[in-house]
């Protein structure tokens, strides 16, 4: 008999055990999208969005629910070779905020089966591409697998029950199905947002002698109403983001997206601007070889001429594209380009576009500001007045830093005199504006504006007072590097709403 009800107990203990075992499962692992912004020197990662098996209850705050780390491997180069400077150890990313979503998007808290983790994009280690060199050639290099995230719930989240019927009345479900902290958290994909929705192209001019191809990078609105029509923002890059062409000659695909990914440039037209709109980021192919006269980058006439032939293939393509409202912005290279533009004697190339942004450009040659001697400032001076300004009769705003120590100051301040008649420039190289065209003057800025002498056009300047540099942070600056004043321009919401504002004349 004991034999027997221990047999029992036994069996008893066996099956219990048994079925603890099975109804315990494994941790559930979800999946979760990885979203970057393109910001001012590249795309940073600012948010998760991990999706989940039903309905979360509607949770404006579960910032401290979650804990990420993020570790960035070293990339290779386009060579293969490791990017030691690459490499991020691993570390926590600081969430600024925390909710339930109905949709994978930043930014519209609502039940659904997504959290949204934003987090700081300044972080040291948000970068989803890295942007540097190794060495002397720019790398523009998607972290892709070498981006490794890590998440984990730091307590339990509830699923959502709806209210059962009980006759007339309604009652909480009575059971609680909750996702329990043990659950594991897989990367799935990657996005940028607005930058992933841009098409890569090459264009072709057979009968161009040496360089017969362009890169490009192009944006339609994914909703377009039957007879609607809306500008197209041409943006010009700067020379760090040029193709490799030394080493990649015949893939002008290998780093097309680099002008589109490594500043606001391209991005902050649909993502600030007033009107839905066309975007196009071309880049440039050869960047230091010279045409018959001795020109190179976006004004040797090779390259200008794929680039204008690439603007007009993409109006002829898109019916909507509004002819009267082409606008064109470029930095630092791609200022000289739109200034050799737009002082062309040609009309159809210099009046082709409705206005220009330039930012830390010249019309001639780069002048590095440094320490000039008296003699060699007076030259640059003499140089920069030099240039022939009578064709440029559309409206232009520049941007400048007043020491920028790659383009010297003087590219914005001389032209800006000349085209206006409203200021002087002296042998310091100081601007004298005339009474009325200094509109705003402040710690950080300083703004003109007057009508072109001679086109009866706006002609605007905004000179930042960066200065020694003390000043970057305030003025919206992430690099204390007085060239880059587009990464204050390009988020100048009044800037882009003049630009959206101007129109070509029939």
Known sequence: ??????????????????????????????????????????????????????????????????????????????????????????????????????????????????????????????????????????QAIDYKENLRYEVKLLCELNYFKPDVPAGKMMKPGSVIETVKTDSTFEMKSTKIVNADQFIQGIYTTPDNPTIKEIGYNFYKPTTLSEGEKLPLVVFLHGSGQSHDYLNFPGDLMVDVKSPLLANQGGITWIENGPDKCFVLVPQMPARDTKDAAGMM?????????????????????????????????????????????????????????????????????????????????????????????????????????????????????????????????????????????????????????????????EVRYTEYQFGDGTNFRDLGMVTPMGHNSWEIAFKDKEMIDWLFFQKKSR
Request: net charge positive; glycine share 6%; charged share 20%.
């Open 297 to 457: 980058a976006w004004q040797n006439s090779e390259t200008r001429k794929l680039l204008l032939g690439l603007v007009n293939k993409v109006i002829a393509e898109n019916a909507a594209i509004d002819t009267k409202r082409l606008y064109i912005a470029g930095l630092s290279m791609g200022g000289v380009g739109i200034w050799g533009i737009i002082t062309d004697p040609n009309p159809a190339i210099s009046q082709k576009f409705a206005a220009a942004i330039i930012i830390s450009g010249m019309p001639k040659l780069f002048m590095p500001a440094s320490t000039d001697s008296p003699d060699q400032k007076k030259a640059k001076l003499a140089e920069a007045l030099a240039a022939d300004y009578s064709n440029v009769k559309i409206p232009v705003w520049l941007f400048h830093c007043d020491t920028d120590p790659v383009v010297n100051r003087l590219g914005a301040r001389v032209p800006f005199a000349t085209l206006t008649g409203k200021a002087t420039v002296n042998t310091n190289g100081d601007l004298v504006p005339a009474a009325g065209i200094l509109k705003k003057n402040t710690r950080l800025m300083k703004y003109y504006a007057a009508k072109g002498k001679t086109s009866g056009k």
């Open 1 to 138: 008999m004991k034999k027997t009800l221990i047999l029992f107990f036994v069996i008893i203990v066996i099956s219990a055990v048994s079925n603890q075992s099975q109804g315990a499962a494994a941790p559930t692992v979800f999946p979760y999208t990885v979203i970057s912004v393109v910001k001012e020197a590249n795309p940073r990662v600012v948010a998760l969005a991990i999706e989940f098996e039903k309905d979360l209850p509607i949770n404006w705050k579960l910032d401290n629910a979650f804990q990420v780390t993020a570790e960035l491997s070293p990339v290779k180069s386009y060579s293969g070779d490791l990017i030691a400077n690459s490499a991020i150890p691993r570390a926590r990313r600081t969430i600024t905020k925390a909710y339930t979503s109905r949709k994978a998007e930043i930014g519209k808290p609502s039940q659904g089966k997504f959290v949204i983790i934003e987090m700081d994009p300044e972080d040291y280690n948000a970068s989803s591409w890295y942007f540097g060199f190794n060495p002397g050639i720019r």
